[in-house]
């Protein structure tokens, strides 16, 4: 039984859809991804399966649980951990009494929760800083602290909203490698994300969402949907790039230094791009096919049609 | 109360408050009131009781419409002044959950703090409670303990006049253990509906902080001589506050509905 079973869910705030038409299924111990653009819904469609807002149509089942939720929904949010963009924390207490906090609220027996919490703030680095507020805390301790709250109640299921937004470099690395231990010890957990290389190290497979559902596919098979033609040529790529693009397909091509990058939905058209470019002048020192970075799946899969730019 | 959790409610009081004892600012601002209002009374109480044989004294109980000789004026003006210093009192029960409950319901929006709170099992009904005791388990003690002080201060600075103890008297003590938790609760109410509503926790203050400009408006009135205050006229406000918090409570519930809360300020 999956962890997570969505079928036609939307959600509309006055008359702005936020995202309609999401049906997926997570299963458990599955590091699942929600790809997509600041304002594709992301955030609207965790907070839906979370229980904390209600959807305006379609159904889902989170942990055993109906979405929407009957009457206060305190059954689904017992069972669901969720880190949300900004850590939420309360600076003036310290992450003890932050974390006591999230113990009562979950009527969790203090004692062993408290125990809980210290073998995760050992593990994410916080051991020792358990009694200074907060607010002394550095972006990166304040995330990985409020990982440890969302975590502190053992959910079955855990919600991370953008775990790395707005963090430095160092910051952002350690956050990652906290939620690579929470995956590796078999966690289910939905990343909602629109950092590329932070999915791709973390998540088995993916939805990606633009205000409706674009596609929900493993990594792998996202990337392989296609391929990208290198080719190092004698001079500056730049020249040829119009005469790749000229070819009745349209492919698109990019170029960086010598290389020439042509992407092709069809593998078979190699040979033409190969052709086009030489005859426009160029000397082809070498050629070799490359997967389809996953950015440009994703570009591809969120880019605007016509009628929807309007 | 279907559903309703105490230890969950219990648990945002104690968070709450032990937010509210490590915020200085907060504890300053809510320091100065009550002090003011112990200490000024006290001060005209002295102006009085220092030359109880004063003509002058005489000619202000008269205005007041007061018979009494020269010997009693100045006992007659203590305790006018400590009737009509009782509804500036109540500001305090007013003001000091104001200061409270705004930071308490509209911080959660600034610190970024609400999604989360929303995210755990807590329901809105148990947040609405666990604030409202944090904002006035606080405020009533307050206003108890200053009470205490201005009986105490008042007591020793018109010991001169030989008349026994002028504080605790009835009116006063009803309206502290009566009126002035109603106030209280009124004070809460009105921080928790404006902060659900404008979401920022200096523009509720400000707002709701309006509201007590009925009260000083009454006192001017009292201080006038156009309006009597006494245990009578505590009692009929007493009465209205009831009306009144009952109202508030169902408007603060209604307006403190979780989807609201997080799509407002979430």
């Known amino acids: 039984m999956p962890t997570v079973a969505v079928s036609g869910l939307k959600r509309v705030f006055g008359e702005r859809v936020a995202v309609e038409g999401l049906s997926f299924e997570v299963e458990p111990g599955e590091v699942f991804g929600l790809l997509g653009p600041n304002g594709a819904g992301k955030t609207t469609t965790v907070r839906m399966l979370a229980g904390l807002l209600p959807p305006s149509g379609g159904t889902a089942t989170v942990c055993g649980e109906r979405v929407p939720v009957d009457g206060d929904g305190v059954a689904l949010r017992s069972k669901v951990g969720l880190l949300t963009e900004q850590p939420g924390l309360y600076d003036r207490l310290t992450a003890h009494e932050n974390l006591l906090f999230a113990l009562k609220l979950h009527g969790v027996d203090l004692v062993a929760g408290w125990a809980l919490a210290l073998r995760y703030l050992a593990r994410f680095g916080l051991k020792g800083r358990e009694h200074e507020p907060v607010g002394a805390f550095s972006k990166g301790m304040r995330q990985k602290l409020a990982i440890v709250r969302a975590l502190v109640h053992q959910p079955q299921l855990l919600f991370l909203d953008e775990p790395t937004s707005g963090l430095d470099p160092e910051s952002a690395r350690t956050v990652r490698d906290a939620i690579a231990e929470l995956a590796a010890e078999g966690r289910t957990i939905v990343l909602c994300s629109h950092n590329l290389s932070e999915v791709e190290r973390l998540c088995t497979r993916v939805a990606v969402i633009k205000n409706r559902l674009r596609t929900v596919a493993r990594l792998g098979d996202l990337r392989r949907e296609g391929m990208t033609l290198e080719l190092l040529l004698d001079g500056e790529a730049q020249a040829f ?6 070819l009745p397909f349209k492919p698109t091509a990019l170029a960086e230094g010598r290389l020439l990058k042509v992407l092709l939905d069809d593998p078979a058209t190699a040979p033409d791009v190969l052709r086009a470019v030489v005859l426009a002048g160029a000397r082809v020192h070498q050629a070799q096919r490359a997967a389809r970075p996953l950015e440009e799946a994703y570009l591809e899969l969120v880019r605007e049609s016509p009628g929807e730019a309007a | 109360m279907k559903g309703f959790a105490w230890h969950r409610a219990l648990a945002v009081y104690w968070k709450d408050f032990l937010d509210l004892r490590k915020h200085r600012a907060l504890l300053y601002s809510m320091a100065a009131l009550p002090t003011v209002l112990v200490v000024v009374p006290a001060g005209v109480v002295w102006a009085y009781v220092r030359n109880p044989h004063d003509p002058n004294l005489k000619v202000m109980a008269n205005y007041y419409g007061a018979t009494v000789g020269a010997d009693h004026a100045a006992r007659f003006l203590v305790d006018r002044v400590l009737t009509d210093w009782f ?149 009929v406000l007493a009465a209205v506050m009831v009306v009144v918090d009952v109202s508030l409570v169902a408007v603060a519930r209604r307006l403190f509905d979780r989807e609201r809360l997080l799509t407002r300020w979430g």
């Not at chain 2, 020793?156 to 002035?180: E, K, S, T």
């Open chain 1, 241 to 246: 790039v119009a005469a790749a693009q000229a």
């Open chain 2, 87 to 235: 509804t500036l009192y109540l500001i305090m029960p007013v003001f000091v959950p104001i200061l409270i409950s705004s930071h308490a319901v509209a911080g959660e929006k600034e610190r970024r703090t609400l999604e989360p709170l929303l995210a755990s099992p807590v329901t809105a009904l148990e947040i609405l409670v666990g604030k409202s005791l944090a904002s006035l388990v606080p405020s009533v003690t307050i206003c108890v303990a200053a009470f205490a002080a201005l009986c105490v201060l008042i007591d020793v600075v018109a010991w001169p006049l030989g008349d026994g103890l002028v504080l605790p008297n009835a009116m006063w003590l009803f309206g502290v253990f009566v009126v002035a938790p109603l106030f209280a609760f009124f004070g809460n109410a009105v921080a928790v509906i404006i902060s659900a509503r404008v979401g920022d926790s200096r523009l509720a203050q400000q707002l709701a902080g309006l509201f007590v400009l009925p009260l000083v408006g009454m006192a001017g009135g009292q201080f006038a001589g156009f309006l009597k205050g006494g245990l009578e006229a505590a009692a």
